[in-house]
């Protein structure tokens, strides 16, 4: 069994409030961001749909069987989580207009349909809105709730990936592990065979987080650092710490760091000799990358998350969030600071069943 990261909380460890979060889907909302609208004209019918209670796979296996066209002929922005009420684009060949009055799914509605030139490809999305309903919280909590979303706001969100995107019992990272080490040879299919790669990516970058906060270099510019221009922009190198500390603190830029792969743009000085002392800790060489490379060519991810409309209101006795996240985020994060726990959500299977992933993510 692989050793996870034990992921620190930004807030204070001594404040969390009680509460559950799923206890039916409807209070767990999501709704996509998109990169861009459809242009109106083009091969590829867009659609914008709800559903309640199906995972991102099991909708495009559907579609897949029901309308008679592979499977990757669908596409999606962003997989989105299985127990809860979700909106997002899907997009179909031009052929499938005529049959899609013959799709039946339980759950499924389409609530507006257009064109596009392009297929919608994965991380085609800014992100997500999510209204998330916490049930079984006591309302005289408010001001530590109060309290917990202010240190949030203040020292933004660790940009973490949450335990849904391992799998059931951590099959999916486990068979990614076992890929990248040689212990196997193949996965069943190819969508597999991503999902699990890109697990070992979450799980080193989650060990980075980790031995960054351990080290109190969460929020220290180091020599070498990559960093970027937040929330969008080029990266560089950091050159002069001291002065990218001050824009670091004035929220104009941010940390970027590693999805290790063969293409990652690299740190340098203090900064990339932490990055490679964490691989040969957790026994990964940079060369078991290479026969993935299509896959692991890597990137730079932000290290953190500011929420600038986080926001809370109680209904009918349930707290209620309301957040903003770039894609790739997890809300389990967020929620994870305020009921500190890990344990939030139902175990996603991998090997089987397809499902969660994360609430925004498959963006790398």
Known sequence: MLQHAQLPYLTNPTLKVAGIIKSIPEHFHVEEIPAYVPSGSGEHLYLWIEKTDISTDYLVRQLSYQLHIPREAVGYAGMKDRRAVTRQWISLPRQCEAKLDQFQLPGFTILETNWHQNKLKTGHLEGNRFRITISECDPTQDSVVAQLLNQIRQSGMLNAYGDQRFGLEDETLQLGHDLLTGKVRRARTPFLKKLSLSAVQSWLFNHYLTRRHSRGELFTVLPG???????HGGIFVSEDPAVEQQRFEAREIMFRGPIYGTKMFPAKNVALMRELELLDQLGIATAQFVPFEKIMQGTRRPNLVYLNDL??????????LDFSLPSGSY???LLRELLKTDQLTEPTPAIGEVGEVAASENDQ
């Open 225 to 231: 650092d990559v960093m970027g221009k937040w929330p």
């Open 331 to 333: 809300a389990t994060i």
């Open 311 to 320: 926001r809370h209101e109680w209904v009918d006795g349930l707290l209620v």
